[in-house]
């Protein structure tokens, strides 16, 4: 597939990561309308983002990967699954679109009589005083790195050709619920830069200031799962049959 068409797919995708992800706690988590009690909470949120990268990985994983995440894209480098060179590509990619998400977002959002984004906070992720729980900043930095850890690490399982062909998809958009439902208290759960860059450019100030964190983290987070899945996964025969085929 040519590289275009992958960057096209991947910002496609995040575009609709943010969207839908982000849109349901921004539009929908808390929504009071005429029926009492209709909005979703963070439960409904959780199992928005998981649908998003779900429904994702059916539509355009055979086209570009649906890394749809930088973090996810530094892991499968590392873990020896997707080409170096193809790297900054896919990150520039999904954080176009990420930002346009954010972007028609922030049109819908604002149709809303009084709406405040910045007081909204507009689904930017963040510690202490930003944090939902107010967590701390080593709390979050500590959840991160591990979510997104475990994250990398259901994908590669669940990509492994050993893996029951088919059912990737919804093992990785499970894992990415049972994340957001564990960490949303926390950190507004990132576990993705380009999801936590397009809110918080929209968002300014202290969003803008803590951003640092929710690329750190995750990326550090998908390097160790992408250093230690293959040291577990790998074998001894198919690593000295990689070596002979080499």
């Excluded at 679109?97 to 906070?121: E, K, T, Y």
């Excluded at 803590?210 to 690593?239: D, K, M, R």
Aim: glycine share 12%; charged share 5%; with cysteine.
């Amino acid at each position: 597939m040519q590289l275009s068409k992958r960057l096209a797919a991947e910002l496609f995708g995040t575009f609709w990561l943010v969207l839908g992800g982000c849109g349901s706690a921004v539009l929908a988590a808390n929504f009071a309308g005429p029926v009492h009690g209709l909005g979703i909470g963070f439960v409904g949120v959780s199992l928005a983002f998981g649908l998003t990268v779900l429904t994702m990985a059916y539509a355009i994983g055979h086209i570009s990967g649906c890394h749809l995440n930088p973090a996810v894209s530094v892991g499968l480098t590392v873990a020896g699954r997707f080409p170096a060179r193809d790297l900054v590509p896919y990150i520039a990619a999904q954080l176009i679109g990420a930002v346009l998400g954010a972007f028609v977002l922030s049109v819908i959002a604002s149709g809303q009589p009084g709406f405040d984004l910045v007081a909204n906070g507009f689904a930017s992720n963040g510690y202490g005083d930003r944090s939902p729980g107010h967590y701390s900043l080593a709390a979050a930095f500590v959840c991160e790195v591990v979510m997104t850890g475990f994250f990398l690490f259901v994908i590669l399982g669940a990509t492994d050709k050993r893996a029951p062909a088919g059912f990737a998809p919804i093992a990785i958009g499970l894992c990415l619920t049972l994340i957001h439902l564990i960490s949303i208290p926390v950190t507004n759960t990132s576990v993705n830069p380009a999801r936590s860059t397009g809110p918080a450019l929209f968002v300014g100030g202290a969003a803008v200031d803590q951003l640092w964190l929710f690329w750190v983290a995750p990326i550090i987070g998908a390097v160790i799962a992408g250093v230690l899945y293959p040291l577990i996964a790998e074998s001894h025969s198919s690593n000295s049959q990689k070596l002979a085929l080499d």
